[in-house]
């Protein structure tokens, strides 16, 4: 099945400057790429995808980008605020025909205000 | 919020013993999806329901069985609890069974087997 990794587990960053979390995963058959987003005591809140046919997909603060010859995938988030301290987790989507999500592990961002 | 609703928010239960954790989708989506998170294993992918059928199986226990009803809610069984299922079950609803529908997360059931 897929196997998703994801870089770095926690990452700090001084409020207004970007943080970068990365994502590889192993079946070229994937093409499906959500992020999520998960605060303390709640569930994982979508925050943006980005499907196989595209390379690049932004909004707002936040972008995704894709690397299908590489496997892997990246979230920017830009002018980061406090309110982005949570931790964000990768996935990629199974391919048997159904819709199932492998996830990484998560990465905790912190933003020093 | 998402528009995925789960009860109860939090259970403690003994070891042994059988819960059930009950799932309400968004409106209109047909598809349910239940996951396990806990600290060592991450999100994991437990089983799939579309419009009352099972669409996929993932890592869930033989004491793990789950339904989905005719109105779409959706309930997943625990039996003969172990204090290594402690942990967060979260459910998501899609309106697709596959092609790669966007998923949307409830706020999850604690449970603590003690």
């Known amino acids: 099945g897929e196997n998703v990794e994801q870089h770095p587990s926690t990452l700090s960053v001084q409020e207004g400057d970007s943080a970068v979390i990365k994502c590889t995963y192993s079946d070229s058959a994937s093409n499906y790429f959500p992020w999520y987003k998960q605060e303390l005591g709640k569930g994982p809140q979508l925050i943006i995808d980005i499907r196989s046919n595209v390379g690049e997909k932004k909004d707002q603060r936040i972008a995704v980008t894709l690397n299908k010859t590489a496997k892997h995938f990246s979230l920017h988030i830009t002018e980061t605020q406090p309110e982005d301290s949570a931790v964000y987790f990768c996935a990629a989507s199974d391919q048997t025909g159904a819709n199932n999500l492998f996830f990484g592990t998560g990465t905790r961002l912190t933003v020093i205000p | 919020d998402s528009g995925v609703t789960q009860t109860p928010k939090h259970l403690i239960t003994a070891t042994g013993q059988r819960v059930t954790l009950r799932c309400s989708p968004r409106?209109?989506?047909?598809?349910v999806y239940w996951y396990q998170q806990s600290l060592d294993q991450g999100l994991q992918f437990l089983i799939q329901?579309?419009?009352?059928?099972?669409?996929a199986k993932g890592n869930i226990l033989e004491r793990f069985s789950a339904q989905q009803f005719p109105d779409l809610h959706s309930e997943l069984n625990l039996s003969s609890l172990e204090l290594g299922d402690s942990a967060l079950y979260f459910c998501?609803?899609?309106?697709?069974?596959?092609?790669?529908?966007?998923?949307?997360f409830g706020p999850g059931t604690r449970l603590t087997v003690t």
């Open positions: 409106s209109g989506d047909l598809s």
């Open positions: 998501a609803s899609s309106v697709e069974a596959s092609g790669n529908g966007e998923q949307y």
């Open positions: 329901y579309y419009n009352g059928e099972e669409r």
